[in-house]
């Protein structure tokens, strides 16, 4: 399995296209093969700031889901104060005590 989260900042009056974007691609990943988790999370305290939390069954699966998107993606990179960040992350497996 692979898991991460994107960490994006946008600029400021970008929170309309963010949110209407961000919901286009959420909404066509769920479907996805492969596709465990997509979600998307605004920072309650400053509306420029999303995260996404994303799981996906292989790489595969990850990379055909890219390269898909990528039509999207480039219409909404206007819109970023900076370069994205992703962070891999690994599952932590419970250990009994």
Do not use: N, Y
Not at 24 to 52: K, M, N, V, Y
């Amino acid at each position: 399995m692979l898991a991460f989260v994107l960490d994006i900042r946008i600029k400021p009056g970008f929170e309309e296209d963010a949110v209407r974007t961000l919901s286009e691609i959420e909404l066509s990943s769920i479907g996805e093969a492969g596709c465990l988790q997509f979600t998307w999370f605004r920072d309650r305290r400053d509306p420029e700031h999303f995260l996404l939390v994303e799981q996906w069954r292989s790489q595969p699966d990850l990379d055909t889901h890219l390269k898909r998107i990528i039509p999207i993606w480039e219409r909404f990179t206007p819109a970023l104060a900076e370069e994205p960040r992703s962070t891999p992350l690994q599952p932590v497996l419970a250990v009994t005590v």
